[in-house]
């Protein structure tokens, strides 16, 4: 194998406490290495002027399975540049790919390697599309990948619940399915309020009883972070909640930071979760409140879902919310689905416009929480793409948290309402290049126990991204120097240069299999697939992602 | 442990069955004492008819170039030159599981082709109608779960898919009390409602077209919306009521059986669905792309961002729902080479065409005519693979029933990449 000294750039490695360090990076075999100065190296990049990061890691980003195949087939139109087709790629590393809001798998590789990304998650996949996710992601080149499952409407979870059965035997039904499905995490999403409506309810609060089986989103959300914590999986409840998009909703949030009497769990694209209902158009930030309570609730991290002015899909697993909103798409169609008893899906486009109130309040209310909440470990940065706005706006979003002239420029072009009674205009923190490398890799390596990811200490992987130092930090981000994975090059500015195939994380937590025949004669009474095809097994998993490396992550120690 | 693999009978294997859209799980398939495979276990007579296609003793049919027996490598190095001589190639057919499809992603890529399936104007009539307005759909399992109204447009789905109903759990106590229609079906409906009403708490009704298909759902729609029809057929009228009253409606059809234009059928039956959705609940689950079509078509997607019928032209990358029709295309002599794939079904033939036309599939298929014949193993009897079930939503694995002396579809494709200079 090979050796690569990265000479005299300055180390940003947040995870092993390194406050912009001027230091050589050494690398051999894909791991990052102490070498001595004089070792000789089989490659010496001169990286003074660069700020080196370990890769970045997007840990909720909607990039393959159903519901976003869904949306490439519903919006050709959105797969054009302009008018035109999408030029062909003039890398011979490069397949065709189309780079709309929902880009073809191989171009959101190409364009997450280019930015200095190396892994992405995957947040919502239904057990019944667990092989179609992975076969997706497997066709992510260069990232690598792994995705949370969902539970918490399926009908088996929510029967098991009403009817009051042990609660270790819904940990071991839970276990069971993270292991069937090669899950990395377990996300809930508008807990059992997909499962009420097929029962058509229409709305569901924390403490209010799903219509058919007399359980609340509060027993879910507690009883899902419960059994996780025990399990010993290191990425903790992630939870879509309840009320997306409704004005008002930062109760329902709230609510449900109160259901998890201090469980760890993550709160996922918060932004669509922060509203009240002050003001003349009854919609109002709530980023204050939100922000107090995740500060004042350390087993609680977040990430944003920033939105970001243009065109998008959103693509969700919440059909109750998304059928609701669906009068709003732009252009006018939407998709739904009732899926296999597990969950459901809505894919409905989206235009967020600067001059409308509610979208430039959206705005304002993202970049508020991410500038209010104290520990950046707990806050992760996303757009949660595509719904918010495409990954590739990353580079803009860092340059509104890190350049408040900039921010406040982009504040007075919008909804004059909001620009002129947001409090985003008096705010006047500007995130560090250590607290950017925080919510970029080192904290969502943390929050999802990946302990060789997201630093550059001795052992760890060489996913490394060697940015040129540049006032303008959308350029500066836009495109690293270098890229590595695992040690090998894959961009160097801004063009692929090599195309491996990525691994594929995932938890495989104990259970008791006594669950087994019960599962069994379920699926045989309710199901439409025999038992037996449920599970991927590891070699299947391996196919399903060309070969890819099976990277198991490490339980910790479960909690009784 | 659920890594270990399951215990198979002596005799039995396992088995997917990839010859219909339901891909039903639960037989297994017996090699007899004369290498016949036969089908144990809740089968179908579409399961049978294919299987009785195989022999336990793997194919040994050799590449053809020219109508002559030839190497592999000689059938690989001529198709590749065919290709790279090609200036615009169609690929057909498309009969292939999800590992086949990759690898023909990147041959369409490398070559420029234009990619349509054999059933491509059946997955398209959904297809166009949802990229038009948009769609609900719904699965296997919530039917069987909560549909307490099944209708079927056009006719039953049982020639297709004969145990379509039996995997919507019709009959079963599950929903207490189902009520099955068939929209303009013919006698063999009638027979199947006939056989469906003698289930516990099945009761059925076969309601003629009023007008042709069009009209009729067209009317339907309005009385769902509750907007005025003059002189609306009572069967229709009282359908609207129990559309309205159901707790769970279903409407299901096949498109590949749908009159010409019948993205609009598709289209006023979505639309019905959205108004019912607006009080009680709906869904649609429209069968259509077998063969492989519906799963090469979700493959291609991914990849590219593309469904098919795009290609990756000179000016990028290009969908064409109507224009990169296959046949239309053949008849405007709109290319000049065609690769066709059939590895599933031998009746699948390529269209007669004089142009340069290489043939990858069943050893079966008839390939007269052909520049070049390579026989490839069938995914889910002579090689494992994955499939797409009609729902789309479900991909299931498939399982070998032998081991083939036949080389799989990625393989022959990845080596024709690797040849195309």
């Not at chain 1, 992405?120 to 792994?146: K, Q, W, Y």
């Not at chain 1, 029967?159 to 090669?182: C, G, N, P, V």
């Not at chain 1, 409140?289 to 697993?317: H, K, R």
């Not at chain 2, 007669?352 to 036309?357: E, G, I, M, N, V």
Request: glycine residues 10%; proline residues 5%; negative net charge.
């Amino acid at each position: 194998m090979s050796s690569l000294r990265l000479r005299g750039g300055v180390v940003i490695d947040p995870t092993n406490g390194s406050s912009a360090d001027v230091r050589d990076i050494g690398v051999r075999d894909g791991r990052i290495v102490v070498l001595t100065p004089q070792e000789p190296v089989d490659e010496e990049v001169d990286a003074t002027g660069c700020i080196v990061m370990a890769g970045g890691i997007d840990m909720h980003t909607h990039i393959g399975g159903g519901k976003v195949n869904l949306s490439r087939l519903l919006l050709p139109e959105m797969q054009r540049s302009g008018v035109n087709p999408y030029a062909l790629p003039d890398n011979a590393l490069e397949l065709a790919s189309c780079n709309g809001c929902t880009p073809g798998t191989l171009a959101t590789g190409y364009r997450y390697v280019e930015m200095g990304y190396t892994a992405a998650f995957e947040p919502a996949m239904m057990p019944s599309n667990a092989r179609h996710t992975h076969m997706e992601m497997g066709d992510i080149p260069v990232l690598d990948h792994g995705a949370y499952v969902m539970l918490g409407n399926d009908e088996l979870f929510l029967q098991m619940l009403a009817e009051k059965q042990d609660f270790e035997r819904i940990r071991d039904y839970m276990a069971w399915t993270i292991r069937a499905s090669k899950a990395m995490g377990v996300k809930v999403v508008n807990p059992a309020g997909i499962s009420a409506f097929k029962f058509n309810q229409r709305k569901l609060d924390v403490d209010e009883n799903h219509v058919h089986w007399q359980v609340t989103p509060r027993q879910v959300v507690h009883t899902l972070a419960r059994a996780l914590r025990e399990l010993g999986v290191p990425h903790p409840l992630h939870i879509h909640g309840s009320n997306l998009g409704v004005a008002g909703n930062i109760q329902s949030t709230l609510d449900t930071i109160d259901a998890l009497e201090g469980l760890p769990a993550h709160l996922t694209h918060v932004q669509f979760h922060a509203y009240g209902t002050e003001g003349a158009k009854k919609f109002s930030s709530a980023a204050l409140q939100l922000a107090e309570a995740v500060n004042a609730n350390p087993n609680v991290s977040i990430d944003v879902g920033q939105i970001m002015f243009g065109q998008t899909v959103t693509a969700s697993g919440d059909s109750m919310r998304q059928h609701a909103q669906s009068g709003l798409a732009s252009p006018r169609k939407w998709v739904g689905a009732d899926i296999e008893c597990d969950a459901g899906c809505g894919v409905v486009p989206f235009r967020y416009r600067e001059q409308s109130y509610v979208n430039a309040l959206q705005w304002a209310i993202g970049l508020e929480i991410f500038l209010l909440v104290k520990d950046p470990w707990r806050v992760a940065l996303t757009t949660d793409h595509p719904n918010g706005g495409p990954f590739t706006s990353y580079p803009h979003l860092i340059r509104l948290l890190m350049d408040r002239s900039f921010r406040n420029e982009q504040l007075a072009k919008i909804h004059p309402d909001v620009a002129a009674n947001s409090a985003l205009g008096s705010i006047t923190r500007e995130l560090s290049l250590h607290e950017i490398a925080i919510m970029t890799r080192a904290g969502p390596a943390k929050l999802l126990g990946l302990r060789d990811r997201g630093h550059l200490g001795v052992g760890a992987a060489a996913d490394i991204a060697v940015y040129r130092e540049n006032a303008d930090r959308e350029a500066m981000f836009s495109t690293p120097e270098h890229v590595y994975k695992d040690g090998t090059l894959v961009a160097r500015a801004g063009r692929v240069m090599a195309v491996p195939t990525g691994g594929t994380h995932f938890v495989e937590p104990e259970y008791d299999r006594g669950i087994e025949s019960y599962l069994r004669k379920h699926m045989a009474s309710h199901g439409s697939v025999n038992y037996d095809n449920v599970t991927i097994t590891h070699d299947e998993l391996c196919s399903c992602c060309n070969g890819g490396r099976l990277l198991p992550a490490a339980l910790f120690e479960p909690a009784t | 442990m659920t890594e270990t693999p399951v215990t198979l009978r002596v005799g039995a294997t396992r088995w997917t069955c990839p010859f219909c859209l339901l891909l039903c799980d639960t037989s297994t398939v017996q090699v007899d004492a004369s290498g016949a495979l036969t089908l144990s276990g809740t089968g179908c007579a579409c399961a049978s008819r294919a299987l009785a296609r195989f022999s336990a003793q793997p194919a040994t049919a050799s590449p053809q170039v020219g109508g002559q027996d030839c190497s592999l490598d000689q059938a690989v190095a001529a198709a590749a030159q065919l290709l790279a001589a090609s200036r615009q190639p169609l690929f057909g057919g498309l009969g292939t599981d999800v590992s086949g499809a990759r690898a023909l992603y990147r041959l369409a890529c490398k070559t420029g082709a234009i990619c349509d399936a054999a059933e491509g104007a059946a997955l398209m009539t959904t297809l166009r109608a949802t990229q038009d307005r948009g769609s609900f759909f719904t699965t296997l399992a919530e039917v069987r779960t909560r549909a307490d109204l099944i209708v079927c447009v056009g006719g039953t789905p049982v020639e297709q898919a004969p145990g379509f109903f039996e995997r919507c759990g019709v009959g079963e106590a599950l929903v207490a009390k189902r009520h099955v229609v068939v929209i303009g079906g013919s006698a063999a409906d009638d027979a199947v409602l006939a056989t469906l009403r003698t289930r516990p708490g099945v009761t059925a009704e076969s309601i003629p077209l009023q007008g042709d298909l069009f009209t009729t759902v067209a009317t339907l729609s309005a009385l769902v919306a509750g907007r005025a029809v003059r002189e609306a057929p009572a069967a229709l009228k009282s359908l609207a009521t129990l559309l309205q009253q159901a707790r769970y409606a279903v409407f299901v059809g096949e498109t590949r059986g749908l009159p010409a234009q019948g993205a609009l059928i598709v289209e006023s039956i979505n639309r019905t669905v959205g108004t019912l959705n607006q009080t009680t609940r709906a869904a649609a689950m429209w069968l259509g792309g077998g063969n492989g079509a519906g799963t090469v078509n979700q493959v291609f997607a991914w990849l590219s961002g593309l469904p098919l019928r795009s290609r990756a032209g000179p000016l990028g990358l290009e969908h064409e729902p109507l224009c990169f029709d296959a046949q239309r295309l053949l008849a405007e002599q709109a290319v000049d080479s065609l690769l066709w794939v059939s590895s599933f079904d031998p009746d699948v033939a390529p269209p007669a065409t004089a142009l340069p036309t290489i043939v990858l599939g069943h050893p079966d298929l008839v390939s007269a005519g052909a520049s070049v014949f390579i026989p490839v193993s069938t995914p889910g009897i002579g090689s494992p693979g994955h499939l797409f079930r009609a729902d789309g939503s479900v991909m299931l694995p498939l399982f070998a029933v032998y081991e083939d002396t036949l080389p799989t579809l990625a393989d022959v494709v990845g080596r024709i990449v690797e040849g195309v200079r």
